[in-house]
């Protein structure tokens, strides 16, 4: 299986502030078909995960261009600007390269 | 508007068989290139893809599940199933379904609790 290690575990932020997020993949995530499948969620307490990024780099419908993702092969950065309450909660990358799709572990984004 | 929606039994015993159904609206298991996945959460911690099932019927599962769990479709009444076999208290979690390839589209999940 793909190990996909995510850092940091948990991250505090200020409101208005930028962070990074790490996803470091145990192999590359280059598909046959030339595409990359790494994907971006947050899950609010209570709530599904909800797509943000999409293959590395494309925000999905509605999502902020606050939000921005970037990397390729086996490491990938999502990048949050301007930091607003409603982006507090648990951020994973998942990959759909491979079988079966993994999951990190977690990031938790939190207030300082 | 595409939406989904899980349904289970809430609650069983060890050993038996955990039956989950996935009803969705907004597209079609019959188009070209649509899917559904199963994606599990206990509670507090990370997720985990079970299994995914395509509009030609080919399914996809984590082997990590050892050959429990069976994934099908009902095409005509848009929606998805997935059992697991012989489960016990580690099968405890948010049950999702969700549309691969990226999982854009997520239902709000079902909890399935596995106690004596």
């Known amino acids: 299986d793909v190990l996909m290690t995510q850092t940091p575990v948990s991250l505090p932020v200020s409101l208005g502030g930028q962070v990074s997020i790490s996803c470091r993949s145990s192999?590359?995530?280059?598909?046959?078909?030339?595409?990359?499948?790494l994907h971006w969620y947050l899950q609010k307490p209570g709530q599904s995960p909800q797509l943000l990024i999409y293959?590395?780099?494309n925000r999905f419908s509605g999502v902020p261009d606050r939000f921005s993702g970037s990397g390729s092969g086996t490491d990938f950065t999502l990048k949050i600007s301007r930091v607003e309450p409603e982006d507090l909660g648990v951020y994973y990358c998942?990959?759909?390269?491979?079988?079966?799709?993994?999951f990190g572990a977690g990031t938790k984004l939190e207030l300082k | 508007q595409v939406t989904l929606k899980e349904s289970g039994p809430g609650i069983l015993q060890p050993s038996q068989t955990l039956s989950l159904t996935c009803t969705f609206s907004g597209f079609s298991l019959s188009t070209y290139g649509m899917g559904v996945g199963w994606i599990r959460q206990p509670s507090g911690k990370g997720l985990e893809w079970l299994a995914n099932?395509?509009?030609?019927?080919?399914?996809y599962y984590n082997p990590s599940l050892k050959n429990r769990l069976t994934i099908s479709k009902d095409t005509s009444n848009n929606q998805a199933f997935l059992k697991i076999t012989n489960v016990d208290t580690a099968d405890t979690a948010t049950y999702y379904c969700?549309?691969?390839?990226?999982?854009?589209?997520w239902g709000q999940g079902t909890l399935v609790t596995v106690s004596s």
């Open positions: 099932i395509w509009w030609d019927d080919d399914k």
């Open positions: 192999q590359s995530l280059v598909h046959s078909d030339g595409n990359t499948y």
């Open positions: 969700a549309r691969p390839n990226w999982f854009a589209y």
């Open positions: 293959r590395v780099s």
């Open positions: 998942l990959q759909s390269t491979h079988f079966p799709y993994t």
